[in-house]
């Protein structure tokens, strides 16, 4: 029974060891993050060691992310500079709306409403395009374009993802003030390896299918 319980393939100890990786990687994104504009680049890079974990894949957790960090980095960049601009321009024209008071309160209902819709699709697109920069392989301006179909395609996954990275936040700081200290140590990493469970299989359905061929030669 010991020899089991030790044995690091046990189910138990490979629960341990993927929460001990949620917690370096959580380390590696704060780090990586602090420039500020590398923080596609270290969030694609969480969501390609995540995606692993959920899969069962092996490998260093560090090594993963550094490779992801670098080979990302550059479009990662560009969509985090892409996605930060334009979350203030629609976050700025919601609070200018919500403030002013020289318009008619249906004009300010009407434009409130407009931009909040852009903010539901700033908020489908922001869910999905880092785990598909580090999934698929394409240009800036069709990762984003994928990510808002998915996005729309897939809605019920992306309403469950959402209220799942509020729910547990606000679940720490207004209901449950113990799991602040889990919160902080696990960090954004904890929420991406949970988000990544439904990403998986999201993802598997864009994967092309092996073929018999394929499949004859695997097994030769």
């Not at 319980?5 to 917690?23: A, E, H, Q, S, T």
């Not at 509020?166 to 929420?191: C, H, K, N, S, T």
């Amino acid at each position: 029974m010991f020899s089991g319980l030790f044995n690091y393939d046990n189910p138990v100890w490979r629960f341990i060891g993927k929460f001990f990786d949620i917690l370096i990687l959580n380390i590696l994104w704060m780090v990586c993050s602090i420039p500020v504009f590398t923080i596609g680049a270290s969030t694609t890079a969480v969501y390609y060691v995540t995606l692993k974990l959920v899969r069962d894949e092996e490998g260093s957790t560090v090594k993963a992310f550094f490779k992801s960090f670098r080979e990302n980095f550059k479009q990662a960049t560009a969509i985090w500079l892409i996605l930060l601009t334009t979350g203030i321009i629609i976050a700025g024209d919601i609070y200018f709306f919500i403030r002013i008071q020289n318009v008619s309160a249906s004009v300010r209902m009407v434009m409130l409403a407009i931009f909040s819709g852009f903010g539901l699709i700033w908020c489908g697109i922001s869910l999905f395009v880092f785990p598909l920069q580090c999934r698929f392989y394409n240009p800036v301006k069709k990762t984003l374009f994928n990510a808002f179909f998915m996005s729309i395609r897939h809605f019920l996954q992306t309403i469950g993802i959402l209220v799942i990275d509020l729910a547990i936040p606000a679940l720490a700081f207004f209901v449950l003030p113990m799991l602040q200290p889990l919160l902080f140590l696990f960090g954004f990493p904890l929420l991406a390896f949970i988000n990544s469970f439904m990403f998986v299989g999201i993802f598997d359905k864009y994967m092309p299918k092996p073929t018999e061929e394929d499949v004859s030669e695997s097994g030769v």
